[in-house]
């Protein structure tokens, strides 16, 4: 089992360093809004799927599938790439909304100027 892991924290590194050169970069970069929407919405799903790890790590070690230097490593590296991930995410949002996207009041969601409605939940832009 934490052959398994060893490959996905592997891989899960390479995925973040490229989420995290394109959101550097990412407004005022001339990048497309299409584009820019692709890099949040892929930085969300990093997120959701580091959460997932760290969940599914917690209930193997709680049933004693993993050992608890792997366990203890494995946490680290998922909560480092988890703050990680949403600092590059907070990050982005800030730059979106400087450069003059806007954030819908009722569900949070940033969405690109050219948008009349939010892209979450459908209400008028401000």
């Known amino acids: 089992m934490s052959d398994f892991f060893e490959a996905l924290s592997w891989i899960s590194g390479r995925y973040l360093g490229f989420f995290h050169e394109r959101v550097s970069g990412a407004p005022g970069t001339g990048l497309a809004f299409e584009d820019e929407l692709r890099v949040l919405d892929g930085l969300r799903a990093e997120v959701e799927k580091y ?3 760290l969940a599914r790590l917690e209930d193997l070690h709680s049933r004693g599938e993993v050992d608890t230097e792997t366990y203890s490593r494995l946490k680290k590296e998922y909560e480092e790439s988890l703050a990680e991930l949403n ?16 954030v819908c009041a ?5 969405n690109p100027p050219v948008l009349t409605k939010c892209r979450k939940c459908g209400r008028g832009s401000p």
């Open 87 to 102: 600092a590059s995410l907070s990050g982005l949002k800030k730059r979106l909304v400087e450069s003059g996207w806007w």
């Open 51 to 53: 959460s997932g790890y």
């Open 106 to 110: 009722k569900c949070g969601e940033v």
